[in-house]
């Protein structure tokens, strides 16, 4: 099994041009084998390999906030939908440009045919990037009320988001502590998208 993971990671890693690091590669893995690997695992297939990415990201500290609403995970990986605006999920990525500068990106995509149903582009990772994306969607319903899955970020986990998809009937879902694959169709946009996009350019501006 080890050898067939490592050979599929290997045409992985040539085909992106080395950028996956072993989170995105175990994402990737478990899609492609269909089963859940342990991202140890993957990370230490990945060393035997002599697989390393290109980008290294630091990733800062920061202090857990106590959340003040959690949603059980009822999307439960059901990453299929029957009709639009059935299952929206969504998440926050960052990108970098400039002198160590940050943009965040936030985006709802719909489960149906894998369209961005809204997105907006921000200087800073708040609650008012999050609540826009959401209100820009909301506008385009027309008499659905959609399940919207997402991480447990602070955004989703304030009472303000939890009013808003209140106020139009919405359904709340959110994945798991540390099981990033539940939110696996925007874990694999942001990582097309950067792919495609992003790690092979350089970005000066914010615009």
Known sequence: MNEEIIKEMKILHEKVDGIFGYRQMTLHMNRKFEEELNHKRIYRLMKMAGLRSVIRVKKKQYKR????????????????????????????????????????????????????????????????LVFKTLDQAIVLLDGEHPLIHSDRGFQYTSKGFKRKIDAVKMTQSMSRVGRCIDNGPMESFWGTLKCEKYYLHQYKTFE
Not at 72 to 78: A, C, K, Y
Not at 86 to 92: A, F, I, N, Q
Not at 98 to 112: C, E, H, P, V
């Open 65 to 128: 906030s106590t959340p003040q609403h959690v949603a059980e995970n009822i999307l439960d990986r059901e990453f299929t939908a029957e009709k639009p605006n059935e299952k929206w999920v969504t998440d926050v990525t960052e990108f970098k440009y400039g002198q160590s500068k940050k943009a965040y990106l936030s985006a709802i995509r719909d489960l149906y045919d894998g369209s961005i149903v809204s997105y907006v582009l921000g200087h800073s990772n708040n609650n008012q």
